[in-house]
């Protein structure tokens, strides 16, 4: 059998500039990199991956900037942002030699000793091979996603619920995960490996690979139906709000634990993460979500079972699990953000792995576009 083509992606930023966030100083927004559940239900993942993956496996990890524009974005903050994503990849243990690290807007003409027109010409992948599947895309699947649903809801008059104030939303929200979908087909990946919170995504990227497949027919089918790489299935929740996933995209900064964290911070912010007033440690997801969440914290840094890590508590408190829960988390990031310290002045060497891993998907996903053009008629 031919080797598996892995394929995953993270966003640089996801911090809405809004204006209650206009006061905080630029610092916090530059170090908006990747946050605990980011490692812990993906980026962890990755790294295994490529340790346990065969040799004939390819392995693809794209920093996916144009992701990042359904939100506004501060220019220079994304610039940081991108840099220091890459450094972080780098950081927890990616290796360029072995994996294909790269930006998924990295504008090749940019790029030493290439011609400049042909290598911006090949390098669309992305966004056309988008704009094809969102020509095939039924709107009322798009409509169907949760995280559409989610910002639709958002969006909707305090005072009037039924009034969506339209101005809150851009066209890219509603159409990004087909951009996602793109982004997987564009290699022809076999497997992706991303947190439960992508699976109504993952699906629609099957659905569409269908579609294409069943509308421009041929001997053969051109994609693949990826599925998804659960190494292990983890769903982090935000510190704050135990109903929500902890992610870059939530204004307040105390819900997410960032991999650039001190010690100090992290202290401070278990120590604030809402629980409840029960006694005692219980994993209870749906009755107990902030503590249970604490739990599955523990347990993702210790390497546990969530069950072996409860009967450690029998008799104890929250303030003894959230104490326990702040060193392992420290114990997990001092070696990766000691790292990403070091690599992230490393400019030229930051700019060599961008370069050559934008070379490479180039030469993987122009395969995959020259047939899709074919069997278009283009
Ligand atoms: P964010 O929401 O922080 O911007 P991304 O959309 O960039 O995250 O997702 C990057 C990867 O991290 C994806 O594989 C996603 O499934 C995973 N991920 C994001 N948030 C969480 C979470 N809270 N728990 C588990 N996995 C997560
Ligand atoms: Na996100």
Redesign the pocket.
Known sequence: APGRVIF????PT?VPHVSIELNLSAFCFANEIA?L??Y???LSNWVKLQKTAAPDDELLFSIVGWHALTLPQDPETLATSRRDLLATLLAIGLDPKRSVLFHQDHVCAKLSGRDPFLSLSQNQAHTELAWILNCITPIGKLRRMTTWKTRLAASRNANNESEVDESLLNAGLFTYPVLQAADILAYRATHVP?????TQHLELCRDLADIFNRTFPSSRPLFHLPSQLNTIS????SLRDPTS?????SPDLQSRILLTDTEAQIKSKIRSAVTDSIVGITYDPVARPGTSNLLTILAACTDDDVSEVVRRYEGKGHGHLKEDVAEAVEEMIKGPRAEFERIRHETAFLEEVARSGAEKARDRSEITMTQVRERLGL
Not at 194 to 198: C, K, L, R, S, Y
């Open positions: 995953s992606g993270i966003q996801g946050q559940g980011n812990l239900g993906a991303v947190g439960e919170d992508q983890r769903r982090i929740l996933k902890m992610s870059k995209s």
